[in-house]
């Protein structure tokens, strides 16, 4: 075998944001751009000598050729043993399951999420700890740093390998094996929800749509809803994973999901809607109907995870994203159980959850997750929403309007302003955060300013603080806005404007009429509009 050594510069740009390096395809292409940053990673992971290294993506674009050169620098950085999923395959959920049973060092992920991908599109690398979750932000920064620094790296010159052949290979003096991507991951789902009740359900006639978005869930919601649970094929539509998610945005959400949502809202709607996103950690969930907010389903299913075999002890505790609704906050004083407000990212989620003090955990941007794995899970919540269905016989559209009738309803959107001049961005959050002083009594849209301040999150766990994330505007009325920009964006900023207003009674009023003067606050309070030259959200959801 011969290992290279090969002189490299560092890239100024591969600073880890919400969810790893984010960019374009065509920066990723630059000659040693990979191969910088998978070094500096594993530069970062000081026992990898001997260890065992996990590895797989979404499948986008690019998935097989940068599966292929993070082998070959693995192998010259002392990774004794990879695993990799077949074709290069390994959703977000499956390799934070593989990393923790097989006992890894931890796990190289390739993905960009939801962000649309192919040639043009965006591509990500992201490491997992041996927990099985995002690295924390003490170890992004040490590959960032370690990034900066970098003179050379490693690498073993070796053709590539088939991917597609399940068993074992080697790349210099590592062993390779390339795995089911979702045998292992399926093997956890079967004891922690109840499968022969979701079997039974399927069996008496139950319909639903699983929209895999053409990406990576297609093989796991089709081995386990239609192979082992019985749902009748066709049951998982755009089951194919493709590397431009057939020219999609696979990011499961009213607007990208739309074909899904016309289905939901139309006459033929069958019993149950879902669909993931890009790497498996998101879910949109639908009832007949009615889309269901995500952070409505992290609170139906914080009240209702009981019935399933994982939770039938009952729950730590929950937490949830700043900006996720309070709508799980309520459940948690019901349950007499501790419920944490983080940043966002799912990495706030890990000390929780390792400390054992959460069982579940969710944010407003379709993610949900609880202890078995240390990233959120898109298929696992839908099995558990299955698993209610089921033991409760409820219709999906009866649990939801039952779980407002006990604790109120949440209205909720969320507003993103695209693409926005960074500076303009910066100005809004700037003129905010200089004003967050006065704000508390103003009258805006016919509200009144109750409070407003500037999230700050010390860790109960380790005591870390993080600073800067989102500001708060909470009103009297039982209404709040949150700004904050995005860390995921590729281009330009993107500015989310988080919007919400609880109602104790009035539980079928449209959401657009219900949030209307909110969304005028918002905008009136930011300066959007006067500050970006934006008069609409690019999107809402
Ligand atoms: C977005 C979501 C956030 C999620 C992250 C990764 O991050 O808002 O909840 O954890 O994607 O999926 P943002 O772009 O807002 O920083
Ligand atoms: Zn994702």
């Given at each position: 075998m011969t290992v290279s050594t090969v002189p490299t510069t560092p890239f100024p740009d591969q600073k880890p944001g919400t969810s790893g390096l984010r960019k374009k395809v065509p920066v990723f292409q630059q000659p040693r751009y990979v191969e910088n940053f998978v070094q500096a990673i594993l530069d970062t992971v000081p026992d990898r000598e001997g260890a065992t290294l996990v590895v797989g993506g979404d499948?986008?674009?690019?998935n097989r050729e940068v599966v292929q050169t993070t082998l070959r620098i693995a192998a010259a950085n002392g990774i004794a043993r990879a695993l990799v999923g077949q074709g290069g395959l390994l959703s977000t959920p499956a390799a934070s399951c593989v990393i923790r049973k097989a006992g890894a060092v931890g796990g190289i992920v390739l993905s960009a999420s939801h962000n649309p991908g192919g040639p043009d599109g965006d591509f990500g690398i992201k490491f997992n700890a041996a927990n099985g979750g995002p690295a924390p932000e003490s170890v992004t920064e040490a590959i960032f740093a370690r990034t900066r620094a970098l003179t050379e790296y490693r690498i073993v010159e070796a053709p590539d390998l088939d991917l597609d052949r399940i068993g074992r290979a080697r790349i210099g003096a590592m062993e390779v094996e390339i795995i089911d991507p979702v045998a292992d991951y399926a093997a956890l789902m079967r004891e922690i929800v109840d499968f022969p009740a979701i079997r039974a359900l399927f069996a008496s006639g139950f319909r639903m749509r699983f929209d895999a978005?053409?990406?990576?869930?297609g093989p796991y919601a089709r081995a386990i809803l239609e192979g082992e649970l019985g749902a009748p094929a066709g049951t998982v539509v755009n089951a194919e994973p493709k590397p431009d998610f057939g020219?999609?945005?696979?990011?499961?959400n009213p607007v990208h999901a739309h074909d899904l949502m016309a289905l939901m809202l139309g006459p033929d709607a069958p019993d149950f809607g879902a669909a993931s996103d890009g790497d498996g950690d998101r879910n949109m969930i639908v009832a007949p109907g009615r889309f269901v907010t995500p952070s409505d389903s992290l609170a139906i299913l914080t009240a209702q995870a009981r019935n399933a075999p994982g939770y039938a002890a009952g729950l730590a505790g929950v937490a949830r994203s700043?900006?996720?609704?309070r709508a799980v906050d309520r459940v948690a004083a019901a349950l007499g159980i501790r419920a944490y407000e983080t940043p966002t990212g799912w990495k706030f989620f890990g000390n929780l959850l390792d400390a054992g003090l959460i069982t579940l955990c969710g944010e407003e941007s379709a993610g949900t997750g609880s202890n078995h794995v240390r990233e959120k899970d898109g298929l696992w919540a839908v099995l558990l929403w299955l698993n209610i269905l089921a033991a409760t016989g409820r219709p999906a559209q009866d649990l939801v309007r039952d779980h407002w009738a006990r604790f109120g309803r949440d209205y909720y959107a969320r507003h993103d302003y695209e693409e926005v001049e960074t500076e303009a961005a910066n100005a809004v959050m700037e003129g905010l955060r200089s004003r967050l002083g006065c704000l508390p009594g103003q009258r805006v849209a016919g509200l009144t300013v109750a409070a407003a301040d500037e999230f700050r999150y010390v860790?109960?766990?380790?005591g870390s603080v993080t600073e800067r994330q989102g500001i708060r505007i909470l009103f009297a009325e039982d209404a709040r806005v949150v700004y904050r920009l995005s860390g995921t964006g590729t281009a330009g900023a993107t500015l989310r404007v988080y919007i919400e207003r609880y109602s104790a009674d009035r539980l079928d009023a449209a959401v657009e009429e219900m949030l209307a003067p909110v969304v005028e606050a918002a905008r009136a309070l930011g300066a959007v509009a006067a500050l970006t030259g934006r008069e609409e959200p690019s999107v809402v959801t």
């Open positions: 499948g986008r674009y690019l978005m053409s990406a990576v869930t020219g999609h945005h696979p990011d499961p700043m900006p996720t609704s860790d109960p766990v380790d």
